[in-house]
């Protein structure tokens, strides 16, 4: 069983940045391909990025954080990074890191582990 823990979120103002990371324990860490989804208040869930498994050499992102946000991995340290660069109003949101030994997508049902969350508030 794999558990993965966020950590990073805060309040920031617009423009600001912040890192996320989510540990991973439990597992063949490299193995497992990580993806980051957002859920805002009252909206459901929504892709953000994805990393594959292994050297993390395929990345994939939404439009909306595209050349602003960017997802890495240290399995050295079985964790996964969303650097956010540019933060907006709208990436207001509690982040979620979620993995699973299959292919990188955007699909959140396909993936087996889910973090608790952290919340990531931007101010205007």
């Known amino acids: 069983q794999v558990q993965l823990v966020e950590s990073g979120g805060g309040l920031v103002q617009a423009g600001d940045s912040l890192r996320l990371s989510c540990a991973a324990s439990g597992g063949t860490f490299s193995s497992?391909?990580?993806g980051w989804f957002r859920q805002a208040p009252g909206k459901e869930r929504e892709f953000a990025a994805t990393i594959s498994s292994w050297s993390g050499?395929?990345?994939?992102?939404a439009d909306s954080v595209k050349g602003r946000f960017t997802i890495?991995?240290?399995n050295a340290k079985n964790t996964v990074y969303l650097q956010?660069?540019?933060l907006k109003p709208e990436d207001t949101a509690v982040y979620y890191c979620a993995a699973g030994v299959i292919a990188t997508t955007w699909n959140p049902n396909a993936y087996d582990y889910w973090g608790q969350g952290t919340q990531v508030t931007v101010s205007s």
């Open 32 to 34: 497992l391909v990580v």
């Open 57 to 61: 050499r395929v990345t994939n992102y």
């Open 72 to 74: 890495s991995r240290d």
């Open 84 to 86: 956010m660069n540019d």
